[in-house]
């Protein structure tokens, strides 16, 4: 009963949701590489006043953000073909590494606008990218049943 419920929960049961989940997590992936990469790009290169200039990104970072960039784009494009692994790869890269951000004091959590922004920015496609990998586990699950196909094929003719 246990490993009923638990296939259950990361598992669903309808081709249509699993496409559905796969199909919203990969945009959100791609969503959230365009904005990055904007948004970095243009903290690095767009002239900023006086009393900012301390706020510019490192070069150091700034190459750590546009290869975070790559990686996220690069398995959104796993989870876009319902690539399982690829699919957890996002989840689990994605969650750690804002636990790293978090860790080191990248991601500020003082004040109600901070809080609000890695909520919808951090948070949000956490959460999204998991429904992402349980769409394309229930994809694979549902789609290549191996068992099914072993049975078939000891069969006498």
Not at 29 to 51: E, N, R
């Amino acid at each position: 009963m246990f490993k009923d419920v638990t296939l259950r929960l990361i598992v669903g049961g309808s081709l249509d949701q699993a496409r559905r989940r796969t199909k919203v997590a990969w945009i959100i992936g791609y969503l959230w590489t365009l904005l990055s990469f904007v948004s970095v790009t243009s903290w690095i290169f767009l002239p900023v006043a006086d009393d900012t200039v301390g706020q510019r990104l490192s070069l150091n970072l700034y190459v750590g953000l546009v290869c975070e960039v790559g990686v996220v784009a690069f398995l959104s494009y796993g989870v876009m073909r319902r690539k399982p692994k690829m699919a957890t790869a996002l989840f689990f890269y994605f969650w750690v590494s804002r636990l790293f951000w978090l860790s080191t004091g990248l991601i500020s959590l003082d004040g109600i606008p901070n809080i609000v922004r890695f909520i919808t920015l951090h948070l949000v496609p956490v959460y999204l990218f998991y429904q992402g990998m349980r769409g394309a586990w229930t994809h694979h699950w549902l789609t290549n049943r191996y068992n099914d196909w072993q049975a078939n094929s000891e069969r006498p003719a």
